[in-house]
Structures are given as C-alpha cells and as structure tokens.
C-alpha cells in the first residue's frame, strides 16, 4: 500500500539534484506525508554533495599547490588581513580631517601623493671629472632572446593586457622583428608610448598605523611585457659595466650581483666590532628618502650617468624612458582616465629603476670605509658613521654626515625624512654614549638605544634581543596561521613551513644569531613546534625535538649553522673588488666578531681552495653555445647522426654506489668513416661524493682535454 501511494503521490525527479530532494522532502513535511525513504533519500543526497564538495576543494588546493609557483601565493594567505579578493583602498583623509568616499577623488589624491613636484630651488651639479665612455656592442639575438625566457610567464602585464606567456609562446615567429624594433629604439633613442604607459596598482606600505592616509601606500607600476624585456637587457648591460669597470662605490649594495643585505649588515658590524676592540664608539645615522624611485630629478639622473661612463647613446634612450610618462590608477575596481606625469622619476616596477638609482645616489655613497669611519647604503636605504672615543667627540663627524647628505639633496631635488633619521651611538660602556640631540633642517633628532637597519634591528650594545623576539613573534603568528589551514598533506604543509614560517624567524640570522641564548632559543622552538604539528598532526605534548624529527624539518640551530656556512662560502668566493674580500678579521679574541666566529667554525674546510667567482663570467652580449634538447630519444638519434666536423659523445652512470664517466671523440666527414680521436673512461668516485650530472660534465672537460693541439676544425658538437 506504501509502496503504491509513493508511487502515485511523489512527482518524477530528473537528475539527481540534492536540492531537488531536499525542496521534496520538505514539502511532504509540510503537507504532513512525511516519507521516511524520501527523507533518507534527501539526506544521502545531501550528504553526496557537500563530500564531493570537500573532495573537489582538496584536489584543487592540492592541484594548485603541486605548481611551485604558487607556493608564495599560498604564502600570502597565510598572512593576517590578507585579502584573497585584492587590498581595498578605505576612504582617505582629506588635510582638514574629512573623508574621501568618491573614487575619483581617491585615485586623484593617490597620484598626487605618489608623484609630488620636484622643488623649484634644487642647486646646480658644478663641475665634475668624467669617465671614459664604456663601449657596448649592439644587441644581440641571445640576450634578448635570453630575457624573453627568463620572464615569469603570467606576472601581471600591463595596460595591453598581453603576459609574458604571450611573448613566449610567440618568439620563434617575431624574435627577429622583435630584435629590429629593439635595436631601433635604441638607436634612435626613442619608445613606443605603449612602453611608457603604467597602470598603477596602490599597495600598502607594511606597519603603518592608518591607512586612511594616502602617504601609508605605496604605487606599483604595471608596464608593458615587451617594453620590461628591452629594460631588462639594458639594466644587464648597465649592470656589467658598473661591475666590470668599476662605475659604482664598492659599498653600494643591493641591486647588483653577490652584494646582499647580509653582506652589507656583516661589513658594518665588523667595523663596530673593530671599534670596540680599540675601545672606541661608532656613532651612526641612517636615512630615508622620501619617495625614492618616483622623486628621482631626471636632468641629474642623466648628468651622473654620463659623468660615470655610461655611452651618450644610452643615456639619449634613458631620457626617453624616463620623460613623457602616462599612467592610470586602480582604486577599488574602478580605473582613472589616461594622465600625464609631469614628474613621473623612475617607475616602481620596471627592471631598470634599482640599477639607474644606484648611479643617482652614488655620490652620496662614494666614501672609503677605515678606522675612522664610512658609510653603506642598500639602493635607497642610506647610513654613514664615524668613529671616535666617545659619542661627544663623534659630533663633528656625525654633523659633516648630515651636512653632506644635505648638500646632496639640494643638488639632486631629493627630500630626506627627518621623522625616519636615525642615529645611534653603537657602544656597551654607558659613560661613553651620549643624548644630546641634533638639529637637521630645523627638526630635533635624539640619538636612540636602538635603529632598524636593513630589516635588522640593531641595539646600541648589538645584543638584537629586540629583534629576536619580534622575528619570533613573526615565525609564531606564520605558523599558527598554517595550522589553519585544513586538507594539507605533510608534503604540502613542509613546503609552506619552509616557505613562510622559516623565513619569518630567519631573515639574516648570520648578523644576530652569534647573540642567540636558551631564551630567546626558546621563543624560536615554540613557533617550531606548531609548525611541526601543522604538518604531522601530532599531539601538544609531543617533545619538540620528536615532532621536528617526525616533520622532517632543521631545528633553528641547524638552519642558523646552514646559514652561516653558505654565507662563509659566499665571503671567500667574491671578486678582489668587493669589500668584503679586502676584509681583514682580527685574531683577537676580545669582543669576538661573527666573522670572526665564523672563520674559527670553518677553519681547515679547505674554502681556502675555492675559486672567485664574479659577478659577469661573461658579457651579457656573449655569443653562447647554441642549446638543442630534442623531445624523444628518436628525435635525438636523429639530430646526432646529421652532425659533422667534430662530435664529442658522453655519457655518466651510477652503479653500484659508484660514479662512472666515458665519452668518445670522433672526426665525421660527410661520405667518410668516422676517424676516432680519442676515447676515454673513469670512475670518478662513490655516490656519496659524486652524482651523474657533475660526471656528465666532468666527461665533457676530459673529452676537450683529450683533442690533440693543432685539431682543425670548423664546428664542434658535444652529444650528451
């Protein structure tokens, strides 16, 4: 009877919808014909779609994280307030304390922040020595086609609209009208306006209290795909030269090849170290500024770089790139009309900026570090100090400092921020420091216990007990953010461990981590340990070390010795020219530096053996070997026998815990017997000290190694 009125009373359902059964089931519920196999039907239905739901949400975050890519993105999420749908812009303040809720006025406020007028009494350059002009060759085909491949396929593009990925997958067709637009641009010393067109997108500058102020946010330029590949090849080409010929203060850091902020961290630190074993005071002050990148006066841009070397035909080009500047803003999804930047500087976001800012300011830089004193800077990052007995008698010093930078700002229409100048007397006698504050631009500056420098802070003592509780704080807000994060394999969660949680307590622990204790150990273990749970799921009394173990991750100690070792590895393989090479670390066993620390870890390792390695082995504009990878071993087979003239076969194996290498060189004449020049074969060594790849190389040195002299040939082909 059931049976049948089910089956005259309940209409037909098509599909298998969840929310049709559920709207069904309902309305027998109401009606008061509650079916007990439709209620069941309802609630397996239901049920089917909210796990396939949970089932599709896994696979797709596991999908998205498989690409390496992602990896970062997935890092944003995990930072606190991070908006996956984009940064808003809240209402700005007007100067009289009311709100902006038009758009239009927002973005207009915005522009007018990011890019102020220069001063109208900024002072002339004088008279200057001038370099020699450095020659440059014209473009080549492997440079740029070199910097087509390097670019991130799906980075943001700019108002065309066009990524990378484009350019790529399109290269073979326009590479050589591509190089012909290229090479004529740079003759003529003129860009396409597409070029010098930026949609500029407003990013919030980090630890800022209100971000109601325009002033808190900080613009990004998105430009042209194909005018960012030119800017490339000539910020490499501009790079060489500054490292080849020397055109840059060797304590210039940032934006250039094997000069990092550690490195420049390490070099003042040394010098305070060196102070305080002459029982001396190093008084330092650090600047800032203001709008670095877009307040760059064009005019003394050009003066400089032609001062330093850099060929007039160039600069007509940098002129160009730098003058007729349009740009619209995006402010909460709504777009501005076309504008015109009178005083655009040098846009936040083209490769060329770091580089053209390097020769801008390096005249303030350029000043010898020694006992008395000297300065580092990092792009735009600014710090210069002197050393004496006490703090009273590093005034002077410190007042020739400020007057000089001071003197550069007038002269290049740049304004520094008395509310971010820093100075500090760096000493652990207190009879030595001093409060006695100083006087810039009509502002009064006191002396502070402590400065950030680099993203370090450093205290008057250097104990960094100050920024090893905030990196801790950092590594513990990181990892409770993972835990958060559900469906992650362990695979998955290491990666984002290592990505985000790591590098939050890391940043440049070879400058602080000598001054690490079991305190501030402790601080570090407790960010260690949610991580570890975050990617085993183990329990809350689970010891540290166990759960460390379990996850497969480095303990802090062991990522802080990795650290130094690569950074050691990294001071001895430098170029003459780097300062930190001519750096000698004192055998006194008083107030015992890092480097010093370092070199007792690491004496007798043999990195006394180890090579120099520069910035440029090669011109940017090098002819390279020419790459062929085939696709299949067919295809290979192939290409291999269609070859003449010299060929070179090698080939490497690991069997049995050993590595082995051989290879062949023949003679190939077309209509003609191979005549075999040489063979050879080796092992090498065990698995443990050697692998395949380092063999395939090494058969590639033995196999030119092993061609007799005076072996004539037009081409040479290595089969490996």
């Known amino acids: 009877m059931i049976g049948s009125y089910e089956k005259n009373s309940t209409p037909v359902v098509e599909g298998n919808s969840t929310s049709c059964w559920r709207n069904l089931a309902r309305a027998r519920r109401r009606a008061g014909q509650r079916i007990d196999s439709l209620e069941d039907r309802a609630k397996e239905t239901g049920k089917e779609y909210h796990d396939a739901m949970k089932r599709q949400k896994k696979t797709h975050w596991d999908d998205f994280l498989a690409d390496g890519t992602n990896i970062w993105q997935a890092a944003k999420y995990l930072k606190p307030g991070h908006d996956a749908n984009g940064v808003k812009v809240p209402p700005l303040k007007r100067t009289d304390g009311t709100t902006m809720q038009d758009k239009v006025e927002q973005a207009e406020e915005l522009l007018n922040v990011f890019f102020p007028p220069l001063p109208t009494d900024i002072e002339e350059e004088g008279p200057r020595p001038r370099r020699r002009e450095v020659a440059m060759p014209n473009l080549t085909m492997e440079e740029v086609e070199e910097k087509v491949m390097e670019a991130k396929a799906w980075k943001a593009p700019g108002q065309d609209g066009l990524p990378a990925m484009v350019r790529k997958q399109l290269w073979p067709v326009v590479k050589e009208r591509v190089l012909h637009l290229f090479r004529t641009s ?12 930026a949609k500029i997108i407003p990013l919030k500058k980090p630890n800022k209290g209100d971000y109601k102020i325009a002033k808190a946010w900080r613009p990004i330029s998105l430009l042209s795909t194909l005018g960012k590949i030119l800017e490339t090849v000539v910020a490499d080409r501009i790079s060489h030269a500054a490292e080849t010929y020397g055109l840059l203060p060797t304590n210039h850091f940032g934006a250039r090849k094997r000069r990092s902020a550690e490195q420049a961290l390490l070099l003042f ?11 001396k005071v190093v008084s330092l002050v650090s600047f800032d500024v203001k709008g670095a990148y877009n307040g760059v006066f064009k005019d003394r841009l050009l003066q400089r770089l032609e001062a330093r070397g850099i060929p007039k035909g160039l600069i007509r080009w940098i002129d160009a790139f730098c003058s007729y500047r349009t740009a619209t803003i995006t402010v909460n999804g709504y777009t501005s009309a076309l504008r015109e930047l009178p005083q655009a500087g040098l846009p936040q976001g083209s490769p060329l900026s770091p580089i053209l800012f390097l020769f801008f300011n390096a005249d303030l830089v350029q000043s010898r570090i020694d006992s008395n004193g000297g300065s580092i800077a990092f792009v735009d990052d600014y710090s210069a100090w002197v050393t004496g007995p006490t703090a009273e008698d590093n005034r002077e010093g410190i007042q020739a400092i400020i007057d ?8 290049s229409g740049a304004t520094f921020e008395c509310d971010k100048t820093t100075i500090v007397h760096f000493t652990r006698v207190i009879d030595r420091t001093s409060r006695i504050p100083f006087t810039i631009k009509g502002d009064v500056i006191k002396p502070k216990r402590k400065a950030k420098i680099l993203g370090v802070i450093m205290d008057a003592g250097l104990r960094f007990k100050k920024h090893m509780a905030e990196a801790a704080t950092r590594g513990l807000t990181a990892a409770m953010c993972l835990r958060r994060l559900r469906m992650l394999s362990p695979c998955t969660a290491r990666q984002l461990f290592t990505a985000t949680v790591a590098p939050a307590m890391d940043y440049a622990s070879v400058v602080w981590s000598h001054a690490r204790n079991e305190r501030a150990l402790s601080w570090f273990n407790r960010a260690q340990k949610i991580g570890a749970r975050a990617i085993t799921g183990a329990f809350r009394t689970v010891a540290t070390a166990v759960m460390e173990a379990e996850a497969n991750i480095q303990t802090v100690c062991e990522r802080h010795a990795q650290a130094g070792m690569r950074m050691y590895i990294n001071i001895k393989t430098v170029p003459k020219t780097h300062p930190l090479a001519a750096l000698k670390v004192s055998a006194s066993r008083r107030y015992m530096s890092p480097l010093k620390k370092l070199a007792l870890a690491y004496e007798g390792s043999g990195t006394e053996r180890m090579e120099t390695i520069e910035a440029y082995a090669v011109p940017p504009w090098y002819n390279r070997v020419p790459l062929v990878c085939e696709a299949d071993r067919e295809a290979a087979k192939i290409a291999a026998k269609n070859v003449n003239d010299i060929v070179i076969a090698t080939s490497a ?19 003609q017997t191979d005549r075999i020049v040489a063979r050879y074969s080796a092992t090498l060594g065990s698995r443990d000290d050697q692998n395949p790849y380092t063999a395939e190389l090494e058969a590639i040195a033995m196999a030119l190694r092993c061609m007799p002299d005076g072996l004539q040939c037009r081409e040479l082909t290595v089969l490996s």
């Open 186 to 197: 740079l003759d003529t010393g003129r860009l396409p306006s597409q070029w010098r067109t």
């Open 269 to 279: 630190q040394e010098q305070v170290y060196k102070a305080w074993r002459n029982r």
């Open 404 to 411: 000089r930078a001071l003197d550069w700002e007038r002269r």
């Open 653 to 671: 194996s690991d069997r049995g815990g050993l590595v082995g290498m051989g290879g062949i060189v023949a003679q190939r004449s077309p209509g």
